[in-house]
Structures are given as structure tokens and as C-alpha cells.
């Protein structure tokens, strides 16, 4: 087989694949409408879903995905994943759909921003930031996963986060925006932190001042970064509800969600940073003037031990916040 013939092949692989994806998702929404359909005749409970919902998250997270591989910020597998996550969150609720759309928009147009800086500090940057299917995975399995749980348990649709009229729902909700407003903070602490900082970083373990691109390593200008990414997260989810919540007036004030959004981007950085500060390997290559996340012969050790990747790091983050934060939402929450 040529040269010629080979990348043929790999196109022809990838358009099929795009197509089984596709059909896939549609036979999917299709039968999850019928179902639905029937349940509400049945029962006369649930609220039949639309078509024209199942159509918009069809179509809405294909563009967004479309799109983010044409301007390289997915490669291939991550397009395909991030289409299935980006289905899954939108038909469950549009709040989860916009709270993902901002996440993904702004880590992609920060991690593209000061790229020349960035490919002399960070050793395994990409050429676009190009994140793969398991990136997808790591920062929107969980998402995804609680987005499924709240369809099971409240079926497809916005409600207002109140703890005193529907609790199980409502943790969801708040756990999901949580596990969101963690990665975000981590990649905006991660983005701007690295070339904003006048200061050196210092490890969150010693207070020892580290190289840039040190995991764990944290400064004032990465943490803000990180308050304000989980902020900008749970202002789309805040004004996603006041959009297309009806019974706003009757539940409790939804203005927290703002303040929860900052805090899981705050203590969503540090609890990242702490995991790879001690079980994430840094050392500096000395042969290329870098941080390195593997041991190599040029390499002297910083800090942590070569147990978990960033990916595998950034999956329990958003694991510890999601199920730490809405216990701790819940006792501060204002009830009507």
C-alpha cells in the first residue's frame, strides 16, 4: 500500500467513523423521544420532550465540535468525544450545555493565547492546544456521567436549584457545575498563571519557590485565574436559569451559583495543584531547559512521584469537588 493509498484509507476511516457517531446519536435521541413519548401518555407524570430540544442537541454540540477540530483546539477523537458529552449535557439541560460551551471556548482561546511563551516553558505543549478524546474524557466524564443521573432522576429539562423543594436534583445540578468550574479554574490558574506571574511559583507543598511549569506549583495570579474561571462558569449557568427557568419567583435566589461557580474554580485549582504537586513527577531536563512530567537521564527531580498524569489528576479534581461542594453548598444555600 502507497503512501497515498494509507492516508486514503485513515480519511475513509475517519468519515466513517464521523458517520456511525452521527447515526448513532440520532437513533439514540430518536428512541430516548419515543420513550419518553409513551412514559408520558402512560403515566401522565412526565413532561413529553420536544423534538426540537433532541434537534438542538444534535446540531449545537456538532457545530461547536465541527468547529473546534477545524481550528485545531480537538484533534479527530476528541471532536467524536466531545460530541458525545456535549449531547448528553445539552439534552439534560441547557445550563449544563452553556456552563460546557463556556468551559471550552475560553480553555481553548487561553491555551492558544501567548503560544510562543508557552512552547519555551511547557515541554509537551501542542501546536493549537489540541486536546484528544481522553482529554475530553478526564474533564467531561464526570459531567457527563451526573448529567445522566439527573435525567434518571428528574428527566430532561431546567428546574431551580432549591434544596428545600427538590434536594437529589438540585446536588446534581450544583456537583456538575462544580466538576465544570474545577477544570476551568485549573486550565485559566494553568494558562494565564504560567505567563502572567511576575513572581516565581512556589510548590503548595514546601512553599519552595520551582521552576515555571513545576506541577503543584501555584502563585496570587494563577489562584485569581482560577476564581475567576469558575465564576465566568457559574455566571452561564446563573443566566442560562433565568432564561429558562419559569418558577423562579417561587424558589430560592439562584445568585449563588455565581459565588459556588468561584469557589469550585478556587479550591478545583488547589486540590489539583496539591495532587500533582505529590503524586505528579516534575523535573527539570537540563538539556532542554524544561519541566518534564517523565524521568529522563537529563532530568533532576523537583517534587511529586510518578503516580498519576495530568489527565488522571484533573479526573479526581473534579471527582473531589463534585462530591465535596454541594454538602457544603447545601449548608450555606438560601432557602425560601
Given at each position: 500500500?502507497?503512501?497515498?493509498?494509507?492516508?486514503?484509507?485513515?480519511?475513509?476511516?475517519k468519515m466513517m467513523a464521523n458517520i456511525i457517531?452521527?447515526?448513532?446519536?440520532?437513533?439514540?435521541?430518536?428512541?430516548?423521544?419515543?420513550?419518553?413519548?409513551?412514559?408520558?401518555?402512560?403515566?401522565?407524570?412526565?413532561?413529553?420532550?420536544?423534538?426540537?430540544?433532541?434537534?438542538?442537541?444534535?446540531?449545537?454540540?456538532?457545530?461547536?465540535?465541527?468547529?473546534?477540530?477545524?481550528?485545531?483546539?480537538?484533534?479527530?477523537?476528541?471532536?467524536?468525544?466531545?460530541?458525545?458529552?456535549?449531547?448528553?449535557?445539552?439534552?439534560?439541560?441547557?445550563?449544563?450545555?452553556?456552563?460546557?460551551?463556556?468551559?471550552?471556548?475560553?480553555?481553548?482561546?487561553?491555551?492558544?493565547?501567548?503560544?510562543?511563551?508557552?512552547?519555551?516553558?511547557?515541554?509537551?505543549?501542542?501546536?493549537?492546544?489540541?486536546?484528544?478524546?481522553?482529554?475530553?474524557?478526564?474533564?467531561?466524564?464526570?459531567?457527563?456521567?451526573?448529567?445522566?443521573?439527573?435525567?434518571?432522576?428528574?428527566?430532561?429539562?431546567?428546574?431551580?436549584?432549591?434544596?428545600?423543594?427538590?434536594?437529589?436534583?438540585?446536588?446534581?445540578?450544583?456537583?456538575?457545575?462544580?466538576?465544570?468550574?474545577?477544570?476551568?479554574?485549573?486550565?485559566?490558574?494553568?494558562?494565564?498563571?504560567?505567563?502572567?506571574?511576575?513572581?516565581?511559583?512556589?510548590?503548595?507543598?514546601?512553599?519552595?519557590?520551582?521552576?515555571?511549569?513545576?506541577?503543584?506549583?501555584?502563585?496570587?495570579?494563577?489562584?485569581?485565574?482560577?476564581?475567576?474561571?469558575?465564576?465566568?462558569?457559574g455566571i452561564a449557568y446563573f443566566i442560562t436559569?433565568?432564561?429558562?427557568?419559569?418558577?423562579?419567583?417561587?424558589?430560592?435566589?439562584?445568585?449563588?451559583?455565581?459565588?459556588?461557580?468561584?469557589?469550585?474554580?478556587?479550591?478545583?485549582?488547589?486540590?489539583?495543584?496539591?495532587?500533582?504537586?505529590?503524586?505528579?513527577?516534575?523535573?527539570?531536563?537540563?538539556?532542554?531547559?524544561?519541566?518534564?512530567?517523565?524521568?529522563?537521564?537529563?532530568?533532576?527531580?523537583?517534587?511529586?512521584?510518578?503516580?498519576?498524569?495530568?489527565?488522571?489528576?484533573?479526573?479526581?479534581?473534579?471527582?473531589?469537588?463534585?462530591?465535596?461542594?454541594p454538602g457544603m453548598a447545601w449548608c450555606f444555600?438560601?432557602?425560601?
Amino acid at each position: 500500500m502507497t503512501y497515498c493509498e494509507e492516508d486514503f484509507f485513515k480519511e475513509y476511516l475517519k468519515m466513517m467513523a464521523n458517520i456511525i457517531v452521527l447515526n448513532a446519536l440520532i437513533c439514540i435521541s430518536l428512541v430516548f423521544w419515543i420513550v419518553s413519548m409513551t412514559a408520558s401518555t402512560y403515566y401522565g407524570t412526565l413532561r413529553p420532550i420536544s423534538p426540537w430540544r433532541w434537534l438542538f442537541s444534535i446540531l449545537i454540540p456538532l457545530t461547536i465540535a465541527t468547529q473546534g477540530f477545524k481550528k485545531k483546539s480537538l484533534d479527530h477523537s476528541g471532536a467524536l468525544g466531545g460530541l458525545v458529552v456535549g449531547f448528553i449535557l445539552t439534552v439534560a439541560n441547557y445550563s449544563f450545555f452553556t456552563s460546557l460551551f463556556v468551559f471550552f471556548v475560553t480553555s481553548s482561546k487561553l491555551t492558544k493565547w501567548k503560544k510562543d511563551i508557552k512552547k519555551q516553558i511547557d515541554s509537551e505543549y501542542k501546536e493549537g492546544g489540541q486536546r484528544n478524546w481522553l482529554q475530553v474524557l478526564c474533564n467531561g466524564g464526570v459531567p457527563t456521567e451526573l448529567a445522566i443521573l439527573y435525567m434518571i432522576e428528574n428527566g430532561p429539562g431546567e428546574i431551580p436549584i432549591d434544596f428545600s423543594k427538590q434536594y437529589t436534583a438540585s446536588w446534581m445540578c450544583l456537583s456538575l457545575l462544580g466538576a465544570l468550574a474545577c477544570s476551568a479554574g485549573d486550565t485559566w490558574a494553568s494558562e494565564i498563571g504560567s505567563v502572567m506571574s511576575k513572581s516565581k511559583p512556589r510548590l503548595i507543598t514546601t512553599w519552595e519557590k520551582v521552576p515555571v511549569g513545576t506541577n503543584g506549583a501555584i502563585t496570587f495570579v494563577g489562584l485569581l485565574s482560577s476564581l475567576l474561571g469558575g465564576m465566568v462558569v457559574g455566571i452561564a449557568y446563573f443566566i442560562t436559569q433565568l432564561i429558562f427557568v419559569t418558577d423562579l419567583e417561587v424558589s430560592a435566589p439562584q445568585w449563588p451559583i455565581i459565588v459556588f461557580g468561584a469557589a469550585a474554580g478556587l479550591l478545583g485549582s488547589i486540590v489539583d495543584s496539591y495532587l500533582g504537586a505529590t503524586m505528579q513527577y516534575s523535573g527539570f531536563d537540563q538539556n532542554i531547559g524544561m519541566v518534564v512530567n517523565h524521568q529522563t537521564k537529563d532530568s533532576k527531580h523537583i517534587s511529586g512521584k510518578p503516580i498519576l498524569d495530568n489527565n488522571a489528576v484533573n479526573l479526581f479534581s473534579s471527582i473531589i469537588i463534585a462530591l465535596v461542594f454541594p454538602g457544603m453548598a447545601w449548608c450555606f444555600w438560601p432557602r425560601r
